[in-house]
């Protein structure tokens, strides 16, 4: 089961599956540990030799406009020609519910609106600016020299200074991934890893199916075809084991015998008190490891529970 890169419900998607997109975005980092490594043995090349002395040293800011300018060069193409579509298969798009996505071109987003973190169309924008920006820099820093004044003041002659900058870098990204895992942006793909803890938590998708549920009742729906028609996807993002809280370490037993796949949705079961009241079972929260089983009506007032 499952579903492919192109929203098709497929068995076998071929090598550009998520795992396969994942899979080569893992071996090109890996390329570039592995230049790293090459260049951190082999660093005293002729493009870095003093021409004053004839000895080899690490030109710094010269390294500096290098990386800048190929890094540039690689965050405009990706944006230019991989996201665009111009030269590339797009990106995941999807709608607010996970239930259209598919990977299609992207056309860059301009206005203000490219910097809504829920709109594709500023991934583009925002890499071609920014690449367009550090090939500019990049070409910049290897034309002109900084002056001796505020070479010294920043050290820019210690690798310890590049070092740290760069870890300063790293850290600046993994606060934007740590924000964009928690809220989710037009990047994340809940498709491959199910709900954000604040969609969770928030309800999102148990609302939306209460909602069309609900229309379908108002056009004169039995239960049983107004629950019919909500999408399986939507049905699975509810499901307790996509709960972002669950799994991880603290599973017990194989994944795929007994406690943790779902091959398939059977259906929505209506609880009803003796009193003939609908209940509804509480959400667990990200917060929690394991949660009982409460059962409140429609005004929110516990009526039965399974504790465990």
Avoid at 153 to 174: C, D, H, K, P, W
Avoid at 265 to 294: A, N, S, Y
Wanted: negative net charge; contains cysteine; aromatic residues 16%.
């Amino acid at each position: 089961g499952g579903w492919s890169i192109t929203g098709g419900t497929v068995t076998n998607p071929g090598i550009w599956s998520y795992e396969g997109v994942a899979g080569a975005h893992i071996v090109f980092s890996g390329l570039c540990f592995l230049a790293s490594i090459w260049h951190w043995v082999y660093w005293d090349l002729e493009i870095f030799c003093d021409e004053r002395t004839g000895k080899p040293s690490l030109d710094l800011p010269k390294i500096f406009g290098i990386h800048l300018f190929l890094s540039g060069a690689a965050c405009f193409g990706f944006g230019a020609f991989h996201v665009t579509g111009l030269y590339g298969p797009g990106i995941w798009v999807s709608d607010p519910y996970g239930l259209t996505g598919k990977v299609q071109p992207v056309n860059p987003s301009w206005g203000v609106e490219g910097f809504d973190p829920f709109v594709p169309g500023g991934i583009a924008s925002h890499h071609i600016a920014a690449g367009t920006l550090g090939i500019l820099a990049g070409l910049f820093h290897l034309s002109v020299r900084p002056p001796q004044r505020l070479y010294k003041g920043l050290r820019m002659g210690n690798i310890e200074t590049v070092l740290s900058s760069s870890i300063a870098a790293v850290f600046f990204a993994a606060f934007v991934v740590a924000g964009t895992m928690w809220y989710g942006s037009a990047t994340t793909p809940i498709e491959l890893f199910g709900p954000t803890r604040y969609q969770w938590d928030q309800g999102y998708f148990q609302q939306e199916i209460y909602r069309r549920v609900s229309a379908g009742l108002a056009e004169n729906q039995s239960f049983s075809e107004a629950w019919s028609k909500i999408p399986e996807k939507l049905a699975f993002y509810d499901y307790i084991g996509n709960n972002p809280a669950k799994g991880g370490l603290f599973r017990a037993g194989s994944m795929d015998n007994g406690d943790g796949i779902a091959v398939g949705w059977l259906g929505h079961p209506i609880f009803r008190d003796k009193e003939g009241r609908e209940l509804f079972v509480r959400r667990m929260p990200t917060f929690f490891e394991t949660f009982p089983v409460v059962l409140v009506d429609g005004d929110g007032i516990v009526r039965a529970d399974v504790p465990f």
